[in-house]
T-cell receptor, first 113, second 110 residues
Framework: NAGVTQTPKFQVLKTGQSMTLQCAQDMNHNSMYWYRQDPGMGLRLIYYSASEGTTDKGEVPNGYNVSRLNKREFSLRLESAAPSQTSVYFC????????????FGSGTRLTVV | SQQGEEDPQALSIQEGENATMNCSYKTSINNLQWYRQNSGRGLVHLILIRSNEREKHSGRLRVTLDTSKKSSSLLITASRAADTASYFCATDTHTDKLIFGTGTRLQVFP
């Protein structure tokens, strides 16, 4: 089992460029999440999708959009990248929203210059 | 604002010693979970304790939960160098999503 797969693993963007981070899970999980991790800040929730067809804002949604393409895939889009969005991004999934352990991807390290 | 705060922020011990890290949170919870993160990797789920449970074991891990004090502790017994990692608590606060703390960095020296 691959679990949660994120692409790309590394990306450098110029300010103002756009990009989409891809996430796919093969565990038939209902819920999917996007977090960002910054030094000393722990993980902060950007957006989540409790089930296919639904998405909701988390703690830090500004500057991001998401698409739950199907049950397997949940993408995160930066429309106009800013240096403040330099971070490590993690996708996660779970069987039940919030009520079970999450499975995390290996992360995307994004640098905006 | 962070729901969970781990203490200490960093901990250094020798192999064979026990490591204890604590987590405090602010609001009522459904459950509390602990995760490990090795450097440069994603988080790995270690253990989940529900609000009606007081203690749970998994191998060398022991987790306690005191809902009256809104706190939890993670004990790793007989630590190994391979336990070197960051450890995060995460709370399920009836809002369909986990909120993570800022983590404890554990260094285990051989």
């Amino acid at each position: 089992n691959a679990g949660v797969t994120q692409t790309p693993k590394f990306q450098v963007l110029k300010t103002g460029q756009s990009m989409t981070l891809q996430c796919a899970q093969d565990m038939n999980h209902n819920s999917m999440y996007w977090y960002r991790q910054d030094p000393g800040m722990g993980l902060r929730l950007i957006y989540y999708s409790a089930s296919e067809g639904t998405t909701d804002k988390g703690e830090v949604p500004n500057g991001y959009n998401v698409s739950r393409l199907n049950k397997r895939e949940f993408s995160l889009r930066l429309e106009s990248a800013a240096p403040s969005q330099t971070s490590v991004y993690f996708c996660a999934s779970s069987v039940l929203q919030g009520g079970d352990g999450y499975t995390f991807g290996s992360g995307t390290r994004l640098t905006v210059v | 604002s962070q729901q969970g705060e781990e203490d200490p922020q960093a901990l250094s011990i020798q192999e064979g010693e026990n490591a204890t890290m604590n987590c405090s949170y602010k609001t009522s919870i459904n459950n509390l979970q602990w995760y490990r993160q090795n450097s440069g990797r994603g988080l790995v789920h270690l253990i989940l304790i529900r609000s009606n449970e007081r203690e749970k074991h998994s191998g060398r891990l022991r987790v306690t939960l005191d809902t009256s004090k809104k706190s939890s502790s993670l004990l790793i017994t007989a630590s190994r160098a391979a336990d070197t990692a960051s450890y995060f608590c995460a709370t399920d606060t009836h809002t369909d999503k986990l909120i993570f703390g800022t983590g404890t960095r554990l260094q285990v020296f051989p």
